[in-house]
């Protein structure tokens, strides 16, 4: 999910080299479509390997509704007043693109220090009708994962003959890498992927940069900038003129001298460029055209500036489909125009939001920040906007606004749950849920859009994201109950277990971390003043662990 708050940075050097990595995956008990992988690197490690040689589970539930039948008439020609083009009940793709994230750590040959730690974001595509994309998409994951395990096991080891040198403490990694998906648009014509690969190395500060890949939703082929354009050389005059201009806007003296032919020079190779609902955007990386303070530079450039130029099926969202777009952008639906306005509030630091479709408009409510937004049409005809906002901290709330019959209705609110780290399509989604049971969790879940318009958990059980930090082990200090092996049992003092999933109802599934052995425990939520407090056969959980890791 994204904003893309990222706690990882990156070598510059490898990202040649990680440009398209993707990972497999792996599940724990219980099951769910959503999992991870851990897996601790070296020899007599202290870190016990998390079991990863179960089956693997689904990653996605087939889209609904791609068959139906084509309507007599012709899909309306994409322009710049339809940017969401094509007849509804044309619809014969309707895309589910899954996520899901594995971790991987390595550790010291005595398992005294953690070297190294790994997150990799991978994407699967389900969907009738496409098949070949299916498959593209799925080898590409599989390929490229191979590639960045290999790359993470070279920097391991980097890690370990560096870490000679510098003072570390054990229960924090020194070297880490990463990889993270977002799906920027997903339709009938083109599936839009950014990459954001990052690592850090020592130093005062890493590296990241992104790459993109788009693929034909007919076809599987990767497609190069010049497949999407009718008039190449009509296209890179308009918006190299379109991309100096908003840079300077924007930027002025802060980019770099000689920025100008660094942009003039991008079309000799293939540009980063990516497809959402707004328009082209084009990627600079960091020290590209400007220092590494000013980050990553995104230019968007709205399809009616360059409709003339690109070919009409991927001018705007085609028929069935998800498509991402900014606050305060004007986007033309066959719903009307949809806007997600969001006013910065510089005094209180808190900034009101609203949908407006038209001439109407539903507030959201006040936010510290802005998410995403998504536009969505699925198969059967229905139209719906998609967002997050944080409150502050990380406290995000989900939205889900209907926007089919001209008007804006509310369907969903979802707390603790965001748009970050996860993917969004028409077929079904996957969003990223904080928990907070027996400690603050990140976990991935996937959700559907049901007959009633609202987000549908397609899992019961949220699997939790496993990562090698020593403080996500509980210490139990009182005799605690729990089930195991389908009966009553106690844990001792002493005992060390990790939380690996959760229903988020009243029950949490454990693995102990010295003999792997799994487990469940019951909770309940207490009452008045403990509303948000969970007592396991009555005692509070605080009483049962020597530290409970949740945040502030």
């Known amino acids: 999910m994204m904003k893309k708050r990222n706690k990882l940075v990156v070598l510059f050097a490898l990202i040649a080299v990680l440009a398209l990595s993707a990972c497999g995956t792996s599940s724990d008990e219980p099951e769910n479509s959503s999992s991870q992988e851990t897996e601790a690197v070296g020899t007599e490690t202290t870190e016990p390997e998390v079991d990863s040689t179960e089956e693997e589970n689904s990653a996605a539930v087939q889209a609904e509704g791609s068959s139906e039948e084509s309507a007599e008439s012709e899909s309306p020609a994409a322009d710049a007043e339809t940017i969401l083009s094509g007849d509804a009940a044309a619809a014969t793709v309707a895309l589910k693109v899954s996520s899901e994230t594995a971790y991987r750590n390595w550790y010291s040959e005595d398992g005294e220090q953690w070297l190294m730690q790994a997150a990799c974001d991978s994407v699967q595509v389900q969907g009738e009708g496409c098949d070949l994309l299916c498959e593209a998409v799925n080898l590409w994951n599989e390929e490229q994962t191979a590639s960045f395990w290999e790359s993470c096991e070279a920097l391991s080891e980097e890690a370990a003959y560096s870490i000679e040198y510098v003072e570390t403490d054990p229960d924090s990694y020194y070297y880490d890498s990463g990889r993270e998906i977002e799906v920027t648009r997903a339709d009938e014509s083109v599936l839009s992927l950014t990459i954001l690969s990052s690592s850090y190395v020592g130093g005062a500060h890493g590296d990241s940069g992104y790459t993109t890949v788009n693929f034909s939703t007919e076809s599987g082929e990767i497609l190069a900038l010049n497949d999407i354009l009718e008039d190449a050389d009509g296209f890179r005059e308009k918006m190299e003129a379109y991309i100096l201009e908003e840079l300077e806007e924007e930027y002025s003296e802060g980019l770099f001298e000689g920025y100008e032919d660094t942009v003039a020079a991008m079309w000799e190779a293939e540009p980063v460029w990516y497809l959402n609902a707004e328009g082209i955007t084009f990627v600079f990386n960091p020290y590209e055209i400007g220092p590494y303070a000013m980050g990553t530079v995104r230019v968007t450039c709205p399809y009616e500036n360059i409709s003339d130029y690109m070919k009409e099926d991927y001018v705007g969202l085609q028929g069935t489909g998800s498509a991402q777009f900014s606050e305060n952008t004007e986007i033309k639906t066959e719903s009307g125009t949809v806007t997600v306005k969001m006013e910065v ?167 102990e971390e010295d003999t792997g052995e799994t487990g469940s425990i019951s909770y309940e939520y207490g009452e008045e003043e403990n509303v948000w407090e969970l007592y396991i056969d009555g005692v509070s959980e605080y009483e049962y662990f020597e530290m409970l890791p949740y945040a502030g």
């Open 345 to 511: 509030d510089e005094d209180y630091g808190m900034s009101p939001i609203s949908v407006c479709l038209d001439e109407e408009a539903v507030s959201v409510g006040e936010f510290g920040s802005f998410g995403e937004a998504y536009l969505l049409q699925l198969a059967d005809g229905r139209s719906f906007v998609l967002l997050d906002a944080d409150y502050m901290s990380d406290d995000y709330v989900t939205f889900l606004y209907e926007i089919t019959d001209g008007s804006i209705t509310l369907r969903s609110s979802l707390e603790s749950v965001s748009l970050e780290r996860g993917t969004v399509s028409a077929g079904g989604m996957t969003l990223v849920m904080r928990l907070g049971v027996l400690g603050n969790y990140d976990s991935l879940m996937e959700y559907e859009i049901g007959e009633d318009g609202a987000l549908e958990q397609a899992e019961e059980v949220f699997e939790i994201l496993q990562d090698g930090y020593a403080w996500h082990v509980l210490t139990v200090v009182k005799e605690l109950p729990v089930t195991m092996n389908g009966g009553s049992a106690v844990l001792p003092e002493g005992s060390r277990i990790r939380i690996t999933s959760t229903d988020n109802a009243g029950t949490a599934y454990f693995t």
